[in-house]
């Protein structure tokens, strides 16, 4: 009989786990409506005969984890999650064990964050505290910007609350790592594309990433030092680095589930494994079976497009015909509302192309032009 696992969080995002479960040959069981609390968590998965707990988004991954413990269920820790889910719980504990925050402060109130980006400077980038997937997270350029900034991360904030930091023009390494049985390592080093304008979602993904020289030590330390933090537990995990003039600074961790197209695409393209898989099946205690099975270099650029009602979609045989292209992922078909390309999920809505090349500057380039093939007609204009 197959293993069951629970499967929790929100319906997206419950939704990848549960096909990467299926994929693993373990039955999935999704409950996206249990209350955000263990007891409830423990009873669903006790009820549904589940021997292992999977939470598939940040917003519910600490009472997952409290669940998950009190049933001897392999799981991050409590406080590991914590971090996770909180960037006020990730930053006070960088502030007592490492050097690794960029300044910041906390605001609660409009008033509070217009003080906050007096004291920081402009360009300053206002997010939820407890945000995930890029939603609700603005740069705010002219103070006079600072009431929209702060109305839109605090929707997104179930504390009420929103983070303020300098915006650190830069470069983003992202480190995704594992931990198991009291050991972890790092799977792998990439790199985003950061979209134009005031927005900070990525308009691509480029990975394996090579860091060289005095860089790749600061790195390698301060992945160490955050491992250290987060202490014990057992799960993927992604550590988000800015290396800016500022220095270098982590700017969160995240769960390999809110991000599967570089879970369930862009890896299993540059290696043969599918992370979301691999991450599911360890909620079940299955060891990470994470040795590559080749090696190449991969790009996952977003494809654009105005907001509107498509009417119509060219060029996906044109994309399709560029070498190295491996996937095109279209969501928007005509008929498809789409709104402005303001964050993560509105980004997503249109699609992508995953191109794989010898070089990641090769593979960002090809993913670009391929990208340039698709024309997504829309009409009727949307307001704000
Ligand atoms: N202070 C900053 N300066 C520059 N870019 C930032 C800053 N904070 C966040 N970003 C960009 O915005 C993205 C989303 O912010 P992040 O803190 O990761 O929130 P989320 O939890 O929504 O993913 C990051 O991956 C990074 O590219
Ligand atoms: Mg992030």
Redesign the pocket.
Known sequence: MKQRVLILGAKDCAAHAAEAAGRAGLEAVVATSVPNEPEAMADAARTNGAEGIYCADEAHVEAAAAASSKLGFPCLSEYAARLLHS?EALRSALARETGLN?RYGIAGSLAETEQIIRRLGLPA?V?PLE?????G?LIVRDIADAPLAFTRAVKHASSGRVLL?????GH?YRVICHRSQGRWSTLMVYS?V?AEHDH?F?RALVAPVRVAGPLRDKLRASVRTVMRVMGGGHGLVVL?F?VSGEGLHL??L?RISQSWALATELFPAISGIDLLEVDVASALGKPFDTKPRFKVCAALWWLTARSGVVSAVHGEEKVRAVPGVVRLQLNAQPGTVLGHQVDVPSRDAVGHVLVTARSPRRALEKAQYASEYVRIDTRAALGQ
């Open positions: 960037k960029p980038v997010k945000g995930a997937w890029g939603q997270a930091e300098p915006y650190l023009p983003e985003n950061p900070l990525d988000e800015m700017v969160e995240s």
